[in-house]
């Protein structure tokens, strides 16, 4: 099955699977050799360029303690769970001594005294005094590090700050010469297709240049709030994290932060954080040893094409505002649940997931333009940001699932139940005191609410932008979409506290 790695290397603990593939003669061949040299590519490859950024490039070694039976920072077995099994081979197979040395590693007993454990990722130089990135994944846990130089001289390396919802790393290493360094380059310039060099520290191996093409921009592998990734086919592997990707010009533009594989290997597909995004994080990390994100206060969620179409909207675009938070910028600018926010700082918003970005790389205490789309036009508030803070929600609520009880007044273009909230009905169905609508007892299975996500326990708070109490209230509001020739009806939903749009398709001609 495959999945996104991120690409930390223990040494004494690398991946057998990836080792066999690295030796196999069925592994794949690097795609960038295989590809003839487009128009304007190095004509004596890219030693030049290798040479003048080796040196800035760092390997990073970081020691913990831990158990020796399982990885740094991995749970114990529980309570009849079984360790991974050692593999088998022939009496005399290369990989029999490999082996049988990870399994006196791994398979410590379970009173054994904590040992130190040693991980390796890959950084780099920004500032001839000793200022290197790395990602945050690399040096977490870590109770040492050590940056290690080209040369092989180590340096003790001291964490400046860092950053999980990028996974940036700053760190400090004291030294009596200057060091060579790399600069940002600015990442939204770079077009598909342009070519890139990848330096790092892959399996533990050293400096190791590869090369490829910047295969697609900003990819989200749910690995954050932020994700905005550059996609690359150049080969990298477990230990190059943190490593830099350059453009032809010799400027980082990327921090390889994952992979995808089912193997562990590089298999052409690799993530790094754009330097756009990166460079603004480590500035923070460097000043303040810590980031400052703008913050707006609200909840949003994805402007479907249903709700679109509701809202009078032209297109699908933009992030719906679910919930104001109380007391916060938004709610003190203006901006109402129900809103959607389509321009940011003079910055489209073409959706829900550029919005946290813009707002997270604005400056705390800005004075900023959003412009709102409302009631079928467009409105332009005042916002002045505050600081997120690590408690704070900025993406769309999830709502839980709740169990489902019949119901007694039907709404058929919608394939629901509904009743009033009675206090037996509240109990029941564990609605909290302070929600008021009206309760959705029954879906039906197949119907356009069932579809839409929508269970039994679920309570309508509006329809059409209009509260609703009374089931006839939902019904008349139905009613009036038709007669309007629309095909949806925009209702917000609450479930377990937290609320957000649902865009419901209903039959205009009854």
């Not at 550059?230 to 994952?258: C, H, K, W, Y």
Request: proline share 7%; hydrophobic share 40%; glycine share 10%.
């Amino acid at each position: 099955m495959s999945l996104i790695a991120r690409n930390k290397s223990n040494p004494l603990r690398a991946s057998a699977l990836a080792v066999l593939m690295a030796l196999s003669p069925f592994a794949p061949a690097a795609t960038a050799q295989n590809r003839l040299p487009p128009p304007g590519a190095p004509t004596n490859g890219f030693a030049d360029l290798a040479e003048r950024l080796l040196p800035a490039v760092v390997n990073i070694s970081t020691s913990q303690v831990g158990r020796a039976e399982r990885q740094p920072g991995a749970p114990a077995p529980g309570p009849g769970q079984r360790r991974p099994e050692t593999p088998q081979f022939p009496p005399g197979s290369p990989f029999e001594e490999f082996f049988k040395e990870f399994d006196r590693q791994g398979r410590g007993a379970p009173d054994q005294a904590p040992r130190r454990s040693q991980s390796l990722g890959s950084g780099f130089i920004i500032d001839a005094s000793g200022i290197v990135v790395t990602n945050n994944h690399v040096i977490a846990e870590a109770d040492e590090i050590k940056v290690i130089l080209q040369d092989n001289t180590q340096l003790n390396a001291k964490l400046i700050g860092r950053d999980p919802k990028t996974d940036l790393a700053v760190l400090k290493v004291e030294t009596a010469k200057p060091l060579a360094f790399v600069q940002f380059g600015n990442s939204d310039t770079v077009r598909i297709g342009d070519w890139v060099v990848a330096i790092g520290n892959p399996f533990g191996l050293g400096g190791t240049v590869t090369a490829g093409i910047l295969s697609a921009r900003a990819r989200d592998i749910n690995s954050g709030p932020y994700d905005d990734f550059l996609q690359t086919d150049a080969s990298i592997n477990r230990g190059n994290s943190g490593g830099p990707l350059f453009n032809m010009a010799g400027e980082v533009i990327g921090i390889n932060t994952a992979i995808y594989s089912p193997t562990g290997g590089s298999i052409g597909i690799g993530f790094s954080v754009p330097s756009s995004l990166a460079r603004p994080v480590v500035e923070q990390l460097r000043e303040f040893g810590r980031t400052k994100r703008g913050w707006l206060g609200v909840n949003i969620q994805t402007v479907t094409d249903e709700i679109a179409e509701s809202l009078g909207l032209d297109k699908a675009k933009g992030a719906l505002v679910a919930r104001v938070t109380e007391k916060g910028p938004a709610e003190s600018s203006g901006i109402q649940s129900g809103d959607v926010i389509v321009r940011f700082d003079g910055k489209e918003v073409t959706d829900m997931r550029r919005l946290p970005r813009i707002v997270a790389e604005t400056s705390v205490g800005k004075a900023v333009k959003v412009d709102v789309w409302r009631k079928n036009k467009s409105v332009t508030l005042d916002v002045t940001l505050g600081e997120l803070e690590e408690n704070e929600q900025q993406a769309a609520a999830t709502l839980r699932t709740r169990p489902q009880q019949l119901g007694a007044v039907p709404v058929e273009a919608l394939g629901m139940q509904l009743m009033a909230i009675t206090p037996e009905l509240r109990e029941k169905f564990e609605v909290p005191e302070r929600s008021k609508g009206v309760l959705v007892t029954k879906v039906e299975e197949g119907s356009m609410a069932a579809e839409r996500g929508l269970r039994a326990g679920d309570v309508i708070v509006e329809v059409a932008q209009q509260e609703v109490t009374l089931p006839s209230q939902v019904i008349d509001k139905v009613q009036e979409a038709r007669k309007g020739n629309r095909r949806s009806v925009l209702i917000m939903v609450e479930r377990a506290g937290e609320q957000r749009f649902v865009g419901l398709p209903v039959d205009p001609r009854g």
